[in-house]
């Protein structure tokens, strides 16, 4: 179900939600190609790759789905299926990798394929999810998507190589927007774009500032969550992969650039090598230094950038609205879980800084 079904329901005259209509299509549709076209696979193995490609929240192929319905309402969900399943797995295939460098047990409370089957067959699994995708969708969608997917990639291995934990935290904090958008936004850009193309139409103005608000947002609702999760765990027994692979996020990244009191216990943990031990001390000085405040501010101006862009520029009507409160309320609130509440309060905080200034 989408994240604002109930809500939308009143806007749709009490009719089934479109979103909850071609979600539900697109899971039944992406199944049913998995199990078609991939009939040599062991019935193991196929199984836990179904329960995994068909888990996700769709935030991608369906914010596809929406810009096609605000560019041309009329067009129907069946010739959409094929494309946006095609950039759904491509995407799944991605996390399939992801997970099993972070060493992740389960994804969308599913268990990750190299937990069941093995790091061998999970490798094996991801590349055949990423060429199903692939092949079965037309020869302009699969170039922008093939391309999509190498930037992806290339951002991942800059993320992750050996020569990035000998860099500064200046160097690395510059840097940082430029990173999060080649290792997670390059798709969510292509999705907007994709939207359009299959409506056959051109994208609506600002598609790639939109793309990267959302995307860079989406991000650091991400290591939001899992900072927030980590600060919060009083048993102090929880390590996410990112503490413990040294992920240079953004919260982490702002936590190093203070320079007084025990931080320097944080640099230096920081330019480990990735597996060593992690010491009692580095939560507390995490706790400090609490970069949650700043992120989640950082949170809502990538939102309230985003939509001004959807107000100034994309085609008005229910479809917008819709995509607009999935967007920057729904999807963002199922990254963040609870740590939602750090960035209503941040929104909190603007607004009276605002009111105190005189400013609308």
């Known amino acids: 179900m989408s994240s604002l079904s109930t809500a939308q329901?009143?806007?749709?005259?009490?009719?089934?939600?479109?979103?909850?209509?071609?979600?539900?299509?697109?899971?039944?549709?992406?199944?049913?190609?998995?199990?078609?076209?991939?009939?040599?696979?062991?019935?193991?193995?196929?199984?836990?790759?179904r329960r995994q490609v068909v888990s996700g929240k769709l935030v991608r192929p369906t914010a596809s789905f929406l810009v096609a319905r605000m560019l041309c309402p009329e067009i129907?969900?069946?010739?959409?299926?094929?494309?946006?399943?095609?950039?759904?797995?491509?995407?799944?295939?991605?996390l399939i990798h992801d997970d099993l460098i972070d060493g992740a047990k389960q994804r969308?409370?599913?268990?990750?394929?190299?937990?069941?089957?093995?790091?061998?067959?999970?490798?094996?699994?991801?590349?055949?999810?990423?060429?199903?995708?692939?092949?079965?969708?037309?020869?302009?969608?699969?170039?922008?998507?093939?391309?999509?997917?190498?930037?992806?990639?290339?951002?991942?291995?800059a993320d992750v190589s050996e020569g990035r934990s000998m860099r500064s935290n200046e160097e690395l904090l510059a840097e940082f927007e430029e990173t999060a958008w080649a290792k997670s936004g390059v798709l969510g850009g292509f999705a907007l774009q994709l939207g359009a193309l299959v409506a056959h139409e051109d994208s609506?103005?600002?598609?790639?500032?939109?793309?990267?608000?959302?995307?860079?947002?989406?991000?650091?609702?991400?290591?939001?969550e899992e900072f927030d999760r980590w600060l919060t765990d009083e048993a102090g027994r929880w390590n996410p992969p990112d503490i413990v692979n040294r992920t240079r996020t953004y919260p982490a990244l702002l936590v190093g650039e203070h320079r007084e009191g025990r931080t320097d216990i944080w640099q230096h943990y920081m330019t480990q090598p990735a597996g060593s031990d992690i010491s009692p001390e580095l939560r507390q000085v995490a706790r400090e230094y609490d970069p949650r405040a700043d992120v989640a501010g950082k949170i809502c101006s990538l939102l309230d950038s985003a939509s001004s862009i959807l107000d100034s520029y994309w085609p008005p009507g229910a479809?917008?609205?819709?995509?607009?409160?999935?967007?920057?309320?729904?999807?963002?609130?199922?990254?963040?879980?609870?740590?939602?509440g750090l960035v209503t309060r941040a929104r909190n905080q603007q607004a009276g800084h605002r009111d105190s200034e005189g400013l609308p």
């Open 9 to 49: 329901r009143g806007v749709w005259g009490g009719h089934v939600n479109p979103v909850d209509d071609f979600q539900e299509r697109l899971r039944a549709y992406i199944d049913a190609v998995v199990v078609e076209r991939c009939s040599r696979v062991s019935e193991e193995l196929l199984s836990a790759i």
């Open 76 to 94: 129907p969900v069946d010739p959409l299926l094929a494309p946006l399943a095609a950039l759904e797995l491509v995407h799944r295939s991605t």
């Open 108 to 157: 969308n409370g599913v268990a990750c394929i190299h937990v069941e089957r093995g790091m061998r067959a999970a490798v094996l699994a991801a590349n055949l999810v990423h060429d199903l995708g692939i092949s079965m969708c037309a020869a302009e969608v699969s170039a922008g998507l093939s391309a999509a997917a190498l930037e992806l990639t290339q951002g991942q291995l």
């Open 204 to 224: 609506p103005p600002h598609c790639a500032d939109l793309a990267r608000c959302l995307g860079l947002a989406y991000q650091l609702c991400d290591d939001l």
């Open 319 to 340: 479809y917008r609205g819709l995509f607009a409160r999935l967007a920057l309320h729904g999807w963002p609130r199922q990254y963040l879980g609870s740590a939602w």
